[in-house]
T-cell receptor, first 113, second 111 residues
Framework: NAGVMQNPRHLVRRRGQEARLRCSPM?????VYWYRQLPEEGLKFMVY????????ESGMPKERFSAEFPKEGPSILRIQQVVRGDSAAYFC???????????FGNGTRLTVT | TQLLEQSPQFLSIQEGENLTVYCNSS?????LQWYRQEPGEGPVLLVT?????EVKKLKRLTFQFGDARKDSSLHITAAQPGDTGLYLC???????????FGTGTRLQVFP
């Protein structure tokens, strides 16, 4: 029974490059959430998706950030033209319904140099 | 903007001591979860509380949801080094579709 799988675990990008973070939810889960965590801080909500739909992106920066959850395949969080301030741990969580509790992956740690 | 404040922010104690972590908000939550996160890993769900005044126990951990469903506490009895980690509360407002996380309490238990 695989949990939420995120890859890569660590990602290093230079300023201006693109970062793609992938998340495969738990089997049977059609609701995906992305959160960002800075060192020594809690998790900040970014976006909530269901299959092929963005339900709530109120926590996502308006520029450079986008997310998708296609009918087939993992959910993708894409950050274009990364800047140093994008360095953080990005966590994906899934749920079988549009309510908690959420099951989290082990995150992708993005470092922008 | 809903805000969940946790206190204390940091806690260092000796093995065997008791401790309480608080999670407070001015918002009413449909449910509240407690998670524990270890370095390099994602948060792991400990408990969900739903009813005002509800108390749940998980071995040496006791969770309480406030009567007004605005606050919660986590009490650990006879802490052990294995309890070390970041404890996060998270609230579900109900009319939104996301969990709001607290500011976190970082616990270190020394042997």
């Amino acid at each position: 029974n695989a949990g939420v799988m995120q890859n890569p675990r660590h990602l290093v990008r230079r300023r201006g490059q693109e970062a793609r973070l992938r998340c495969s939810p738990m089997k049977g889960h059609s609701h995906v959430y992305w959160y960002r965590q800075l060192p020594e801080e809690g998790l900040k909500f970014m976006v909530y998706l269901q299959k092929e739909n963005i339900i709530d992106e109120s926590g996502m920066p308006k520029e450079r950030f986008s997310a998708e959850f296609p009918k087939e395949g993992p959910s993708i969080l894409r950050i274009q033209q990364v800047v140093r301030g994008d360095s953080a741990a990005y966590f994906c969580a899934s749920s079988p319904r549009s309510s908690p509790p959420l099951h989290f992956g082990n995150g992708t740690r993005l470092t922008v140099t | 903007t809903q805000l969940l404040e946790q206190s204390p922010q940091f806690l260092s104690i000796q093995e065997g001591e008791n401790l309480t972590v608080y999670c407070n908000s001015s918002s009413v939550f449909s449910s509240l979860q407690w998670y524990r996160q270890e370095p390099g890993e994602g948060p792991v769900l400990l408990v969900t509380v739903v009813t005002g005044g509800e108390v749940k126990k998980l071995k040496r951990l006791t969770f309480q949801f406030g009567d007004a469903r605005k606050d919660s506490s986590l009490h650990i009895t006879a802490a052990q080094p294995g309890d070390t980690g970041l404890y996060l509360c998270a609230g579900d407002v109900g009319n939104t579709d996301k969990l709001i996380f607290g500011t976190g309490t970082r616990l270190q238990v020394f042997p």
